[in-house]
């Protein structure tokens, strides 16, 4: 069993940068695939980042490569995700969540945290 609570959100004006923090816990955590999805109103959750918590092998939905950055921090069994360069289309729910093996669709995620509200105002 995985347990995933985000924090971080907040409300910050387009060009600015955000920090979110996923705390992860539990026995098998380790083994899993790290993301972090977003869901924007009206819309469906959409893969943002992804790390490999064994490896560290990274994963970037196009629409964010080169303006944000996931990482793991083994010691405090936490994954970051850096945003910088915010637009107003990042304004969404940030969820972190698991799975056993890397994938860009919501639906095979099996542990998700809470969520953390991110507003970018134009």
């Known amino acids: 069993q995985v347990q995933l609570v985000e924090s971080g959100g907040g409300l910050v004006q387009a060009g600015g940068s955000l920090r979110l923090s996923c705390a992860a816990s539990g026995r098998t955590f380790s083994r899993y695939f790290m993301a972090w999805l977003r869901q924007a109103p009206g819309k469906e959750r959409e893969f943002v980042a992804g790390?490999?918590?064994?490896?560290?092998?990274?994963f970037y939905a196009d629409s964010v490569k080169g303006r944000f950055t996931i990482s793991r921090d083994n010691a405090r069994n936490t994954v970051y995700l850096q945003m910088n360069s915010l637009e107003f289309e990042d304004t969404a729910v940030y969820h972190c969540a698991a799975t056993p093996l890397p994938t860009y669709s919501a639906d095979r995620y099996n542990y998700w945290g809470q969520g953390t509200q991110v507003t970018v105002s134009s």
């Open positions: 790390i490999n918590w064994s490896d560290g092998r990274t």
